[in-house]
């Protein structure tokens, strides 16, 4: 990889349900992420944290409901967050840098997405357990980081929310891989949308290799680049378990590797990428820093790390 390579920390878990999210990102710098990307042969600046209150210190209930997009959790602090990382994230971009993001919960996509998408059509492929594609009106736990991919969208109840839709990202280039837990309005939402959906059972009957593959040619097509959302729990417990939301049955290691190392092949061949996140690692749930060391090891792959 040519580019610089530009870690933005976004130590938020206003959007999870359990906390320790936030300390995400220090645990995943602590394993050495800088040092493992330089090893690698890439340019790594480190511009540190956006400033997050700790959410004791905030209250989380709701507005009032006649006001679109305000019936979740804290979502005043997850428009602040949303607004301060889209800018980071446009700026890296425009200076010709990659942005690596590290949260913290799920709900820093929107502010990835809306920076990324902010002068160019993007795609995105979601490597996730969940679909993250509820809205306020149908969020069982109210919880802002089951539902970025709809607020970046404007579906539904997220339409009028202006400072959440990333409105150059298309839905037809929206490419979730490894679903294995959705609720059931959203599992009907999901099937109506333009997007694509492999679940974990399209990997185990057709293998890692041919998804990604049909991943990356729908989510590039006719755009200008894409985003990398990589959350955790996409992978097996087993092999992550630092999570707030583990599922059983998920990528396995080497499946998570092929699929971050052959994102980067395809970006070696088409200059595809223009962000990525790594999301929800938990260190207090965490088994001697696993979660994080994992995140680092598929983060290096993504961005062009090769075992040769």
Do not use: Q
């Not at 839709?165 to 309005?185: C, I, K, Q, S």
């Not at 699929?259 to 088994?287: C, F, G, K, Q, T």
């Amino acid at each position: 990889m040519t580019r610089e390579v530009r870690i933005i920390g976004a130590p938020t878990d206003y959007g999870a349900n359990r906390r320790g999210v936030d300390m995400g990102p220090s645990a995943i710098r602590y394993t050495g992420l800088a040092s493992t990307l330089e090893a690698a042969g890439i340019s790594v600046v480190d511009t540190g944290d956006l400033l997050v209150p700790t959410a004791e210190t905030r209250d989380p209930t709701v507005d009032e409901p006649e006001e679109e997009g305000r019936e979740a959790k804290f979502v005043r602090e997850v428009e602040d967050v949303s607004l301060r990382l889209a800018d980071r994230v446009a700026g890296a971009i425009e200076d010709g840098s990659l942005p690596l993001v590290l949260g913290g919960d799920h709900s820093v996509a929107i502010g990835c997405l809306s920076g990324a998408a902010r002068d160019a059509d993007l795609g995105v492929i979601w490597f996730d357990a969940h679909g993250d594609y509820n809205t306020p009106e149908t969020s069982p736990s109210g919880n802002i980081h089951g539902m970025p991919l709809a607020a970046a969208l404007g579906y539904r109840d997220w339409a009028n929310v202006g400072w959440a839709n990333a409105h150059r990202l298309r839905e037809e280039n929206v490419v979730w891989v490894g679903l294995r837990d959705l609720d059931d309005t959203e599992r009907e939402a999901i099937r109506r949308s333009e997007g694509t959906a492999f679940t974990m059972s399209d990997i185990d009957e057709r293998g890692i290799s041919p998804v990604v593959e049909d991943a990356l040619e729908i989510a590039t097509d006719g755009v200008y680049g894409i985003h990398v959302s990589l959350d955790l729990d996409w992978l097996d417990p087993k092999e992550a378990p630092g999570v707030g939301t583990p599922v059983h049955g998920g990528a396995t290691y080497r499946e998570a590797h092929y699929a971050l190392e052959r994102v980067a092949e395809y970006d070696a061949e088409h200059d595809v990428v223009r962000s990525m996140d790594a999301v929800e690692v938990n260190p207090i749930l965490d088994e001697h820093n696993r979660t994080a060391e994992l995140a680092t090891e598929l983060a290096a792959s993504a961005l062009g790390k090769r075992i040769l």
